[in-house]
């Protein structure tokens, strides 16, 4: 089945609903909306714990809440609080470009129940397997962005090397000229 470019979840991710007969995913526009502004904000330079801030300030819907206010139950308490965790878990995703991704990860044994993640090699990615939410170059561009995390300072500004400059014994970035070899 995981060959064959169908989802092997049963659940749908964050954007996406099933169709009638839970084949296809289709979009959810109300939390398609949501999707394309997180990545939107991710280009504009926001990391993911500010995104969740401005949509918690601006009273959107969790994932969660979302899912049970569609289905008609009951709302959790707090249901604007957005976790960093998930907003990087939203940015991750290949998925939204409309492309399906199998074996993310395995299990050694079918009696455990840990699930170890795969190298990107190992997985199966199939394209235009539904509609896009996000266009390719705007996904790229978020990765590009996330592989070279640039944190402000306490001033709220970013110093004009920062994620740039890497040491040259250990290969890790430097933070106002230290590192771990030193």
């Not at 979840?9 to 394309?36: P, S």
């Not at 990765?143 to 300072?153: F, G, I, M, V, Y």
């Amino acid at each position: 089945k995981g060959m064959s470019g169908k989802h092997l979840t049963g659940t749908v991710i964050y954007g996406y609903l099933w169709d009638e007969k839970r084949e296809h995913w289709l979009v959810d526009e109300e939390a398609a909306a949501v999707v394309k502004r997180i990545f939107d904000l991710c280009v504009a330079g926001n990391g993911p714990m500010r995104i969740a801030k401005i949509l918690k300030a601006d009273k959107v819907l969790t994932t969660r809440a979302h899912y049970a206010k569609q289905k008609g139950k009951s709302i959790p308490d707090n249901p604007y609080s957005w976790n960093e965790s998930t907003i990087a878990a939203v940015l991750e995703r290949m998925d939204y470009c409309g492309h399906t991704v199998n074996f993310k990860s395995y299990s050694k044994s079918h009696k455990l129940k840990k699930r170890i993640p795969t190298t990107k090699e190992q997985q199966a990615i199939f394209r235009n397997t539904h509609e896009a939410i996000v266009e390719e170059a705007v996904f790229e561009r978020v990765q590009e962005l996330r592989a070279n995390k640039r944190r402000p300072t306490k001033a709220e500004r970013q110093g004009m090397f920062s994620g740039l400059v890497f040491c040259a014994d250990c290969g890790s970035k430097l933070h106002f000229a230290t590192c771990k070899s030193f």
